[in-house]
């Protein structure tokens, strides 16, 4: 692996470094409040309550662990290890296409993963579950794609269930990465059928069962934990409410299509380069399909949930930086006398003009909070210091705070515990029985 894969992991972390001590949004809030009170004994799924399994949170308590509890601490941590899935980027853009794109899709990588817009510098569930969903799919590729002579060879059954099992970690950090499963088995049946046509139904069924058996080794641990110490605050919180409350099914087409846009509006200018790139890249798609592939279940992954935040286009980032470096090459070497690709060159030259002046914006501003009111525009994510540090200040260690609406990270930062069991605005509007759960807890006589 070339040394200049190790510059672009310092550069992906580098980008993040502006905004280690911006204040603490509510979902870094929410997942450093459960892992904080999980280490001091409180029953996850129970006596704390998150609605993801449980690999995020153990992501967080190794943070916590190595380098500290405070909000740079945590965004540093996910910071590196958000950079290592440049490593798995260039992999598989070097698998796919050359060194040199590899290299070119690993650094369009860096930069998209840690734009202010998509709140790269927020170590949240997508970013921790972005890195063994890569992982897994470049196990996949490689099992099949080994070297350019060889598409069609039978890959060990090792392959596929450790792509499985890295599958189950994406799954392990937050729901929608079983879309690395769903890619797994499509892509298997896909090269099966385009390039072993003689596989058998019992053959393919085989490759298949590696897969889930890898997905099911990873997920057994978290499905036994979960049953044995809170079954129903488990089930709860990794089933039932993404089933009834969480997800595109549940949420309103007017919902999701004013979400949409709004996000859309927002992420327009970090994607458009690479989005052209990638366009630009389908005159090689007959090569390039399992990389479209990849990019359409990621998509699925970031539509599952309904709400489209702009963080969730972070899963979008690493299939879309493999496709838009050869397109982006063959706009750069095209010959001169092309018109229509001098004209598409002229357009992504003023694209990525763009994209250098909208994300200096960003960074130029001279304290945390500005770049982070900058990229939010949430006034009360801004006070969040303060008044967690207000009541850290005023009130005894073992005082209970009572809240409603949102404020997971004004609790962890005051390191004071809510009996609450939603944390969060959205359950609230979205999750059956949460608004007379909050009724109930205000009106207790014994609270």
């Not at 896909?190 to 058998?200: A, S, V």
Request: some cysteine; glycine content about 8%.
């Amino acid at each position: 692996m070339p040394a200049a894969v190790l510059g672009i992991m310092a550069l992906s972390v580098a980008l993040r470094l502006p905004f280690l001590a911006a204040p603490l949004t509510p979902d870094e809030g929410y997942y450093a409040y459960v892992a904080y009170w999980w280490q001091r004994g409180h029953t996850l799924y129970d006596t704390v309550w998150g609605p993801r399994p449980q690999g995020v949170f153990l992501a967080y308590t190794l943070g916590m662990r190595l380098l500290g509890e405070s909000t740079e601490a945590l965004r540093l941590f996910g910071a590196l290890y958000g950079s290592v899935t440049c490593v798995f980027v260039y992999l598989i853009a070097a698998r796919f296409l050359s060194q040199r794109l590899g290299l070119l899709a690993a650094l369009l990588y860096a930069v998209l993963s840690a734009h202010p817009v998509i709140e790269g510098f927020n170590p949240n569930g997508e970013l921790y579950m972005v890195l063994p969903a890569t992982i897994s799919v470049y196990l996949l590729f490689t099992a099949y794609r080994a070297d350019s002579t060889s598409r069609g060879h039978v890959p060990p059954t090792a392959w596929l269930v450790v792509a499985g099992a890295t599958a189950g970690l994406a799954f392990q950090m937050k729901q929608s990465g079983i879309v690395a499963l769903s890619f797994a088995l499509s892509y298997v049946v896909l090269e099966e059928w385009l390039h072993q046509p003689r596989t058998t139904f019992i053959e393919l069924f085989k490759k298949g069962a590696a897969l889930l058996v890898g997905f099911g080794l990873v997920l057994l641990p978290s499905v036994v934990h979960g049953l044995v110490t809170a079954p129903a605050g488990y089930l709860d919180a990794v089933i039932q409410y993404r089933w009834t409350g969480g997800s595109f099914w549940t949420r309103s087409l007017e919902y999701q299509a004013s979400h949409f846009l709004q996000s859309a509006v927002r992420v327009v200018v970090p994607l458009a380069p690479l989005l052209l790139g990638a366009w630009w890249a389908l005159r090689v798609r007959e090569r390039l399909w399992p990389l479209y592939l990849w990019f359409f279940w990621s998509f699925l992954g970031l539509a599952i949930s309904g709400d489209w935040f702009v963080h969730y286009y972070v899963q979008l980032a690493p299939p879309l930086a493999v496709l838009a470096a050869p397109g982006l090459s063959l706009l750069w070497d095209h010959r001169r006398d092309n018109r229509s690709m001098t004209l598409v060159m002229g357009a992504e030259v003023v694209l990525i003009g763009i994209f250098i002046g909208h994300t200096l914006h960003f960074y130029v501003a001279p304290t945390p909070e500005e770049r982070y009111w900058r990229v939010s525009g949430e006034p009360l994510y801004l006070i969040s210091d303060e008044v967690g540090r207000y009541l850290r200040e005023r009130t005894d260690p073992s005082a209970t705070v009572y809240m409603a609406y949102e404020g997971a990270n004004i609790l962890y930062l005051s390191r004071r515990f809510s009996p609450e069991k939603h944390l969060s605005i959205t359950p609230l509007f979205h999750a059956p029985g949460t608004y007379e759960e909050l009724l109930a807890m205000v009106a207790d006589p014994k609270r």
